[in-house]
């Protein structure tokens, strides 16, 4: 079972996106077409429905045929699923398509990683302390180790916002300068920033500023060297 560090996904991502668009992936700067990739690129099968009671869980995905059990609507039933099969939920349909975006990526993730393992076990630790159960319920199915889940956020991240991508939008933007976050608020100018970001990436608020922390693009200070004079009213927005 290999374990990959950031800056080994970082280059699996950069060998992925280019394989998979081409020219296209140096030249345009635009959203990466995560569901492409998933659906064609990696031959994955995705599907929406609810997957939990309280909306708790988001997406899984799965490495064989398994029967998964479900908890929902008031009531215990067990689906049929097939290998390669990504499933999202169906609430991430309406008005969440940076959350749904990053949910593909995060499970296209997982999928690359295992794929990419030479001894082809990784991540089958979903599985493996239960060799002779027919059905897994979703907890099990989609509660991996820390490592398992960093490994597909770090990947997940990198192939929604590619590095080269980020330096390009941020040059643009705001001159590759860093942006300053004081607590968990950042100031009218570096908002403006953000909201640029997320259109042109199409991801959420959230998953843009911990990637932006990871490439070194924020410089935290703390909340009370906040002082914005633009600022009349404070930004619920940025209670993340």
Known sequence: MEYWARQDLEKLADTILLDCFKDD?????TPTNIDFLTERYLGLNVSYMRLSEDGSILGLTTYADVNVEFNRYGQNEI?????DSVILEK?????????RRFTVAHEAAHQ???RADR???????YLKHLPNKQ????????GAEDWCEWQANTLG???????RTVHFWMYRFNGNKPLVRYGRRFNYMDRGVLDNLINVLAVSRTALVIRLTQLGYICQRPESEYCDPLDVFPDPGEVF
Not at 79 to 83: G, L, P, Q, S, T
Not at 135 to 142: P, Q
């Open 79 to 83: 689906v049929a699923v097939r290998k």
């Open 135 to 142: 059905s897994y319920s979703l907890r099990e199915l989609h």
């Open 91 to 99: 609430d991430l349909l309406t008005g969440h398509n940076g959350r």
């Open 119 to 125: 001894s082809g076990t990784a991540q089958m630790n």
């Open 112 to 114: 690359v990683v295992f």
């Open 157 to 163: 991240a990198a192939l929604l916002m590619p590095v």
């Open 25 to 29: 992936y140096e030249k345009a700067h």
